[in-house]
């Protein structure tokens, strides 16, 4: 299995600042996936990450808003840029391992 | 430690089958349980249970929460080659952890 971790937890932030969100796995794992998560609904894929390359982002999701590293097999941070209310939902970074998805605890972001 | 154990972790039946599916939960300040059906890239919403007792139903799908024993099933009546996937139970909490995700079922239904 993997464990998955995030900060932060939670934030509430200004209109028109930028957060990033930290993901943090315990095994090396080559897919991670940034997913939305609002309340009473499917969660949104945003983007796939990949070590080495650019993320792929899924209709909807654009590279300026949501900005993604991934520097090695174990670390992604997924910036949402410019926020607006719109943006506050809890963000779930998430890793494909061995055939299986686990999921990280996300973080509940509130703009203001 | 919160933690989510889902049971079986995987499942292969025959269509017109029933399945139950067990989530059983561990979370210091829980909000609400969730349920999704993950087929392709992001996991679909199915339900979400906050209180206990209460059956939620959409089609052949059922579901109920019991906050005393800390556990909730997922119940498919007469199942279908399309219900192939992947449930994933998920707790939300209050405090600390966002979401605590299960590991998933594994459910194949044959023709």
């Known amino acids: 299995s993997a464990v998955i971790s995030q900060k932060p937890s939670r934030d509430i932030c200004q209109r028109g600042t930028s957060l990033t969100i930290q993901c943090q796995v315990d095994s090396q794992v080559t897919m991670m996936f940034w997913y939305r998560q609002q309340p009473g609904q499917s969660l949104t894929l945003i983007a796939t990450?990949?070590?080495?390359?650019?993320?792929?982002?899924e209709s909807g999701f654009v590279i300026d808003k949501f900005p993604i590293s991934r520097p090695n097999l174990t670390f992604s941070t997924l910036t949402v840029s410019n926020m607006s209310p719109e943006d506050s939902s809890i963000y779930l970074c998430s890793v494909a391992l061995k055939g299986a998805q686990y999921f990280g605890p996300g973080t509940r972001l509130t703009v203001l | 430690e919160d933690k989510v154990v889902q049971s079986p972790l995987s499942l292969v039946v025959h269509e017109g089958d029933t399945v139950t599916l067990n989530c059983s939960y561990e979370?210091?300040?829980?909000?609400?349980l969730l349920w999704y059906k993950q087929e392709k890239k992001a996991p679909t919403f199915l339900f979400m249970l906050?209180?206990?007792?209460i059956e939620k139903k959409s089609g052949r799908l059922s579901s109920i929460l019991d906050k005393k024993e800390l556990f909730s099933i997922l119940n498919i009546t007469a199942t279908q080659t399309g219900d192939s996937a992947v449930y994933l139970c998920a707790v939300e909490d209050n405090y600390g952890q966002n979401f605590v995700f299960g590991p998933g079922t594994r459910l194949s239904v044959l023709p």
């Open positions: 906050t209180s206990s007792g």
């Open positions: 979370v210091t300040n829980f909000r609400s």
């Open positions: 990450a990949n070590q080495g390359s650019e993320a792929t982002y």
